[in-house]
């Protein structure tokens, strides 16, 4: 027998029989006996009846079918049609807070930075995807976990337990520590506490950057001012210089103060190409008379002490002019200052498959293979000494980098100590006016 059976008889027992026997004694005791049969036969009837639906509801709301209810008629069936609506109703709420709650994920995943949310015994009860990377939280494997014991930076523990926590705690990533986070404890309710994490890696990078850059401006520029403050010194007592010294003085401090208005033009320069994101104009640059200024340029520097040849293959290029010239001229210039007396320097255009490329080539010191990656940066040289003897500022390069980005185009350098070096600035295809 079913579990419904069973239970069917358990109430036809414990109900019904009571009913028909009380039914029967009442008709012997008051009249005839088959009237109160057939009343207690009704009575029966409804009994089971009422039985049957409740056992259709029991049954049906273990297990609802959702589209449907069942067909009960009557005063049970308009029960059973508000049942069956009221747990639609529920199933779309459900569903509409499970979809909620997976775009609240989500979003939270997608969020860069790591968010942890902690109990009052700073146990985690929940955390996104950014959080593993940044304090090594992975759910489920650290849920209920103690925070303290997942982050063991020396200090992390009592800054937890500060009540003071506006000032964030800096840490290193567990597994790589050359990522750099700030942590900031947020209270959340009454105890708990919201846990982020900020990648501050970048901004630390740029700050070393901007004070590197300071210090080393501030190097360049004391260099010629000590030098120019020390002549002066001489020039107050007319006793103890004679007329070649004071002109030799006088030629000195000439030429620190030529370098000294050099490197304010490149940081200017330096400076506008950074704020700038393409350059102002732009025009069909005749790459033959570009060369060709750029020649005349190069013998009046190299006085002679060089072999120096220009080739053009190709057509025009268009750009704004004068930072192509600027950044050419750069890279021609840094070719003559290392290049020794009786070298060879080679400066060409030539159409390539896809573009084309403005290069320069000489038989110069050339540049280890370590030092290569970094050649762009500011102030940055192989050989401080030697790059301070030929009158470099250390920016250069670093303005050929920003021009050849406003132009779409990559610096390409290859070089052997003791053979040269070849610098060469590749342009998009779409920049020849034969690919317009």
Wanted: aromatic content about 6%; proline content about 4%; overall charge neutral.
């Amino acid at each position: 027998m079913t579990p419904a059976g069973t239970r069917l008889v358990k109430i036809l027992l414990t109900g019904a029989l009571p009913i028909v026997g009380l039914a029967l004694l009442g008709g012997l005791m008051r009249g005839p006996v088959w009237g109160w049969a057939v009343a207690a036969l009704g009575f029966l009837l409804v009994v089971v009846m009422q039985t049957r639906r409740l056992l259709m509801l029991s049954a049906w709301l273990d297990d609802p079918d959702r589209s449907a209810s069942p067909d009960a008629g009557g005063a049970w069936g308009e029960v059973f049609l508000k049942l069956a609506r009221k747990l639609r109703h529920d199933a779309l709420s459900l569903a509409e807070l499970e979809a909620g709650l997976r775009s609240f994920r989500e979003a939270m995943d997608a969020v860069p930075d790591g968010l942890v949310i902690l109990d009052a015994n700073h146990q985690i009860q929940w955390s996104n995807r950014a959080a593993g990377d940044h304090l090594g939280v992975r759910l489920p494997r650290d849920a209920g976990a103690i925070i303290e014991q997942l982050v063991r930076t020396p200090g992390f523990a009592e800054y937890l337990g500060s009540p003071d926590g506006h000032a964030p705690f800096i840490l290193q990533a567990p597994a790589a520590r050359t990522r750099v986070y700030a942590v900031r404890a947020v209270p959340l309710g009454e105890k708990s506490k919201l846990l982020v994490s900020l990648d501050v890696t970048d901004a630390r990078r740029v700050e070393a950057m901007r004070s590197t850059f300071v210090a080393n401006v501030s190097h360049e520029l004391r260099t010629p001012l000590t030098v120019v403050s020390g002549f002066l010194e001489h020039f107050t007592d007319d006793g103890l210089m004679t007329a070649d010294q004071r002109q030799h003085f006088a030629r000195l401090m000439s030429d620190q103060t030529k370098r000294m208005l050099s490197l304010v033009d490149d940081l200017l320069t330096l400076s506008r190409l950074e704020s700038e994101d393409a350059p102002a104009s732009e025009e069909d640059v005749a790459m033959d008379e570009l060369l060709a200024q750029l020649l005349a340029e190069a013998q009046s520097l190299s006085e002679g002490r060089h072999a120096i040849e220009t080739s053009c293959d190709g057509p025009s290029l268009r750009g704004n002019r004068k930072e192509l010239h600027s950044a050419f001229g750069n890279l021609v210039s840094n070719a003559i200052r290392y290049t020794p007396a009786g070298g060879d320097i080679h400066i060409e255009w030539q159409r390539r498959a896809g573009g084309g490329a403005f290069c320069v080539r000489d038989s110069g010191v050339g540049v280890a293979a370590e030092h290569l990656p970094r050649l762009t940066e500011r102030f940055y040289r192989v050989d401080r000494g030697r790059s301070r003897d030929t009158g470099g500022t250390g920016l250069g390069l670093a303005i050929v980098k920003h021009i050849l980005l406003r132009h779409q185009a990559t610096l390409v350098i290859n070089s052997q100590v003791g053979k040269g070096s070849t610098f060469r600035a590749e342009f998009p295809g779409w920049r020849l006016p034969s690919a317009r």
